[in-house]
């Protein structure tokens, strides 16, 4: 398994596969955390899961539909009766 293959990173990985520094992401996870963003998992040597990094930058940014929207496609948040 190469380094871009990995699925759980530790925190000095994950800053390098977002392009930040190792400090600025130790400076932003509190208050990402508390947006959502995955903790890091014990049972992985506490790593945090990429995939699921990465599907929370998404949707921070934009770029996902929300979840709500990809369980039930169908409800949009709207009733029209």
Do not use: H
């Amino acid at each position: 398994m190469t380094k871009a293959s990995a699925l759980f990173l530790t925190d000095a990985q994950l800053a390098e596969r977002m392009g930040i520094s190792t400090v600025l992401l130790m400076t932003a996870l509190p208050a990402l955390q508390k947006s959502g963003f995955p903790a890091p998992d014990p049972l992985f040597q506490n790593r945090r899961y990429w995939p699921a990094c990465q599907a929370f930058l998404d949707r921070r940014y934009g770029l996902a539909a929300s979840s709500v929207s990809q369980a039930n496609p169908g409800l949009d948040g709207e009733e029209k009766w």
